[in-house]
């Protein structure tokens, strides 16, 4: 049992590696003993557990993917009313990126080379980008015909809300530059982003008293 826990230990800390070397150096120019370095481990060990660098970045890729879409579709396919969905949705995502730091311009990265992996591994999680949308905008038109809400497109609002909670970590470097942060101060301002980012958006399509 010990042993394991020992070895899903070890296999984490390979994929957090990797997914660090992938994201700084690119696929392409990304080596195993580069991964093995920054793991800490030996080759040998490194290759136990991974044969080659495709089956890492298959399987951080798809995880990432998959974790972020299915706790996305859980948010929008739930009862809640659209003020709530919104500040889940800020909630998970910020979450999410701060746990998994390089995550953003790793997927963005793939993004570029092949978009269609990531809509093949977001279907693969029983919760595809399309459906997202398609549940988030009935949500948003109920709440613009009730008038609880401004009109507003559901795409550019669903856009909105990931640029404010993913563009930080993308600029992280330089944005710990200019505020003078180390990691610690920048992940308390990223949680302390969950609520201010939740009530700007909110506040944005509030109905405006005549």
């Known amino acids: 049992m010990a042993k394991e826990k020992r070895d899903n230990q070890t296999e984490k800390l390979v994929l957090e590696a990797a997914m660090k070397v992938f994201t700084q150096k690119g696929y392409a120019a990304a080596r195993m003993d580069d991964i093995a370095k920054e793991a800490n481990i030996n080759r040998a060990l490194l290759h136990y557990y991974f044969r080659s660098k495709d ?16 706790g996305l579709g859980q948010i929008v396919f739930s009862d809640r009313k659209l003020e709530d969905v919104i500040r889940e949705m800020v909630k998970h995502e910020i979450t999410l990126i701060v746990a998994n730091p390089y995550l953003p311009l790793f997927v963005l990265q793939e993004l570029q080379q092949s978009p269609e992996r990531l809509l093949n591994h977001a ?9 997202i ?7 948003v038109n109920d709440a613009i015909r009730s ?5 507003i497109e559901p795409g550019q609002l669903l856009i909105n809300i990931m640029s404010l909670c993913i ?14 942060l180390d ?11 969950i609520g201010q980012v939740s009530e700007f958006i909110l506040l944005s399509i509030k109905p405006t008293s005549k």
Do not use: C
């Open 133 to 139: 949308l398609k549940r988030f905008s009935v949500l």
């Open 123 to 131: 279907k693969a999680s029983g919760m595809s980008p399309n459906l």
């Open 147 to 151: 008038k609880t809400i401004n009109k």
């Open 55 to 70: 089956k890492m970045f298959d399987l951080i890729f798809e995880q990432k993917v998959k974790e972020f879409f299915s």
């Open 183 to 193: 990691d610690k101060k920048f992940d308390n301002m990223m949680a302390h982003r």
């Open 167 to 180: 563009y930080p970590m993308i600029a992280k470097p330089v944005l710990k530059s200019v505020l003078e």
